[in-house]
């Protein structure tokens, strides 16, 4: 089989991982000789729930009993949208209230930069250095990194960058930015939080300027940092949040939600804003509710932060230079890239899975299920801290 997944399935690393999955459950994935992984990635913050919840599960068994697809977004009105939608709209602070469903993060990230445009008339996007907002060609164009981008170009002109946390660049945001947009706290470099009220004075320049605050909460969303989104933390409220990865208990979704005020402008002059056949899908909104519930019905949340206490009490060591992030939003900062790699492929082979960070070579990516246990959390650090102790630097 790992023959054909490098002959027919198209790679994107040279050297994928390439592990032959068997089946996954909890927080446990095995491979096919069904040897048990630990699992600290989560499929990249995915899986909030573990593998194959049984409320997710059910969910969507439910669903799949009674329709599937059956039209393009926003024509029919489908339980399990609307359920979430409107569940969504009850949880987050006013005025953002309408939801607008979406395949992945990254066309979630696109809706949301072409409402910004499409409300406030203007076209300039100021990003961050070093963000990540997903892979199309838009998504791509807000990205702070330009080694990853040069090959692709050009890209949207009229993007401009600061840098996270920089206040003296707020400057930069003036009366022809559309939106300014930032993720709460920067993934790919390194799961960097933002300073004390940094967000609230990006919200209250872009508020005196007219333009737009956009908070990518494709990582933290849905209680990942011990609130349901990581704004929440920060004291700020977006015009426009958007939302992926864990929101889907491991199905593939996004979303971008806002106040009626500003969704509303997509769907008219020109009507069909933002279209897509998928996006909304019942049996993907039902997994979607059903990780939302079970959420908001368990003390999953406020655990997040007792079990952050619990990995930067366990994982000290020489090497280990800093705990960046917030909740099960971690990453070991390491002395170097080196050592990043042999932790990550030593455990690999003790049976944990570690992962890297998109930009920051030092970085190793905890990011587990918010279902993980205490005992598999020391069970885990245990193993890092012995893979630690074998390195030769
Ligand atoms: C912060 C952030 N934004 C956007 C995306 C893109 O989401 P997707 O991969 O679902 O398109 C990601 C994915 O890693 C992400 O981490």
Known sequence: MKEDFFTYQAQTTPHPLAMEISHAEGSYIYDSNNKAYLDFVAGVSACSLGHKHPRVVNAIKEQLDKYLHVMVYGEYVQKSAVDLTKLLASQLPDPLKKTYLTNSGTEAIEGAMKLA??????????????????????AMSIMGFEERKQAFRPLLPDVHFIGFNNEADLEKITTKTAAVILETIQGGAGFIVPDENYLRKVKFRCQTVGALLILDEIQPGFGRTGKLFGFQNYNVVPDIVVMGKGMGGGMPIG???????????????????????????????????????????????????????????????????????????LSLIVKNADIANQIILGCLQEGLILFWLL???????????????????????????????????
Do not use: W
Not at 272 to 287: E, M
């Open 359 to 393: 930009f920051e070579p030092k970085a190793v990516r905890i990011t587990p299920p918010l279902t993980i246990s205490e005992e598999e959390i020391k069970q885990g650090c245990s193993i890092i801290m012995k893979v630690l102790r074998n390195i030769k630097d």
């Open 117 to 138: 445009k499409r409300f406030t008339g203007r076209s300039e996007i100021i990003a961050a250095k070093r963000a990540y907002h997903g892979n199309t060609q838009g």
């Open 255 to 329: 979303a971008f939600t806002a106040s009626t005020e500003i969704m509303d402008v997509l769907h008219d002059q020109p009507k069909l804003g933002h279209i897509t056949t998928f996006g909304g899908h019942p049996v993907i909104a039902a997994a979607s509710l059903a990780t939302l519930k079970e959420i908001l019905d368990s003390d999953l949340m406020c655990q997040t932060l007792d079990k952050e206490e619990l990995f930067r009490e366990l994982l000290q060591h020489e090497y280990i230079e800093e705990i960046r992030g917030k909740g099960l939003m």
